[in-house]
């Protein structure tokens, strides 16, 4: 099973500010990566597939890169509305699609 | 408008049996994988298993294999997630999601159902 380890747990970032969440696979996952937004009391949503291709409606502030194990979700300018959980999933691992645990992004 | 639409909150009692829906609407019900995805109170989310409703394809994360069913009604586009005996550490959220693109199995998860929660107490 490919173990996906984000860090950190826990990020303090001022509105505006750059936020940059990491997450890496235990082995190669390729680009085969997904990274969702989650916020109280709603689903999670998904931001960006194959590491790197925002979703429909995604804003640009949101980029992700990377590829093989480690990944890298960067949100240029944080809004109000970022403050929230935000989870990678590897899909290359057929059929177990494994989640990290999450790095929540609070306002500092 | 795409979406998936969750059946409504449960509370059971332990060795209960229970049987979870999600129905889908706005695209070719049969083509797309559809996921379970499990989130604990406080906790992250735990991919459960999946099925593809047009043969019925069905796979389970071991984590999960033997403690659900996953299973698809085609004639009514809804996927569900079926328990036999339920403990108190079933009690969770869970979501139904469907993969970004007709027929592919490796892909991400782009629309996701409202969340069904289930309680399991005495």
């Known amino acids: 099973e490919t173990v996906m380890t984000q860090s950190p747990a826990t990020l303090s970032v001022s509105p505006g500010e750059r936020a940059t969440l990491s997450c890496r696979a235990s082995?190669?996952?390729?680009?085969?990566l997904a990274w969702y937004q989650q916020k109280p009391g709603q689903a999670p949503r998904l931001l960006i597939s194959g590491a790197s291709t925002r979703a429909t409606g995604i804003p640009a502030r949101f980029s992700g890169s990377g590829s093989g194990t480690e990944f890298t979700l960067t949100i240029s300018s944080l809004q109000s509305e970022d403050f929230a959980v935000y989870y990678c999933q590897q899909y290359n691992n057929w059929p177990l699609g494994t989640f990290g645990q999450g790095t929540k992004v609070e306002i500092k | 408008e795409v979406q998936l639409v969750q059946s409504g909150a449960e509370v059971k009692k332990p060795g209960e049996s229970l049987k979870i829906s999600c129905k889908g609407s706005g695209y070719s019900f049969t083509t797309y994988w559809i996921g379970w995805v499990r989130q604990m109170p406080g906790k992250g989310l735990e991919w459960m298993g999946i099925?593809?409703?047009?043969?019925?394809?069905?796979r389970y994360s071991p984590s999960f294999q033997g403690q659900v069913s996953i299973s698809a009604d085609r004639s009514i586009s809804t996927a569900y997630l079926q328990w036999s005996s339920l403990k108190a550490s079933d009690t969770a959220m869970y979501y139904c999601?469907?993969?970004?693109?007709?027929?592919?199995?490796?892909?991400?998860?782009?629309?996701w159902g409202q969340g069904t929660m289930v309680t399991v107490s005495s």
């Open positions: 099925i593809y409703p047009g043969d019925s394809d069905t």
């Open positions: 082995q190669s996952v390729g680009s085969n």
């Open positions: 999601a469907r993969h970004r693109e007709s027929k592919v199995t490796l892909d991400a998860f782009d629309i």
